[in-house]
């Protein structure tokens, strides 16, 4: 049997996942780092949805979001700065 990975230190993309901030029925926050080339640290949020919990309906409504956090620009509404795909999940960073 392979080994586990820790929940508490996965990589997602450019991003280090850290601590659980909040869930939902569908999907899970975590604190995430991202250290740029020259070492600066940007602290971020990754919803990680699960798509095994989604029917066709919350797929469609979960693809309309994304579409729209991505033109969307506004100071009071949480940017998305990127979204990566896994076999089980896809992850928003905000």
Do not use: W
Not at 1 to 26: D, H, L, V
Not at 62 to 90: M, Q, R, Y
């Amino acid at each position: 049997m392979a080994p586990r990975r820790s929940k508490e230190s996965e990589k997602i993309g450019a991003f280090q996942r850290q601590e659980e901030i909040g869930r939902g029925s569908f999907a899970t926050v975590y604190k995430a780092v991202h250290t740029s080339p020259t070492g600066s640290q940007s602290i971020v949020a990754i919803k990680s949805v699960n798509l095994g919990k989604l029917n066709k309906k919350l797929k469609e409504n979960l693809t309309s979001e994304i579409s729209i956090l991505k033109g969307l620009h506004h100071p009071h509404i949480v940017a998305l700065i990127d979204c990566k795909d896994s076999s089980s999940h896809i992850h928003l960073v905000m």
